[in-house]
């Protein structure tokens, strides 16, 4: 599975954006997708998950009611809606697949390049 993130982005603090995360070559329909950010100096921490047919998610708490993470498996694309951007919303966000549900880094089978988000405030 190779996976590619996009939706970089430089947005005022209030502001939104969505990333993509798609795959090439084999489905994503039989993976959890979840996406997990770094920002400078710190390390990297789970942002949200969703199951293989999108009916379970979870979120981390300083995004939820903020964050939406979706899918759409005919399009081998999962997605994270970002609202409400605040400034420590700042990082490089990665997406990853495996097929354990996991919210844990190293239960991550493949991961995506990271795409820098940037929120001015």
């Known amino acids: 599975v190779q996976l590619q993130a996009s939706g970089v982005g430089l947005v005022e603090a209030g502001g939104c954006l969505r990333l993509?995360?798609?795959?090439?070559?084999?489905?994503?329909?039989?993976?959890?997708v979840r996406w997990f950010r770094q920002a400078p100096g710190k390390e990297r921490e789970f942002v949200a998950i969703i199951n293989y047919s999108g009916s379970v998610t979870y979120y981390a708490d300083s995004v939820k009611g903020r964050f939406t993470i979706s899918r759409d498996n005919a399009k081998n694309t999962v997605y994270l809606q970002m609202n409400s951007l605040k400034s420590e919303d700042t990082a490089a966000y990665y997406c990853?697949?495996?097929?354990?549900?996991?919210?844990?880094?190293?239960?991550?089978?493949?991961w995506g390049n990271g795409t820098q988000v940037t929120v001015s405030s």
């Open positions: 990853g697949a495996a097929v354990v549900f996991s919210r844990r880094e190293h239960d991550v089978a493949y």
């Open positions: 993509s995360c798609a795959s090439s070559g084999r489905t994503l329909s039989t993976y959890g």
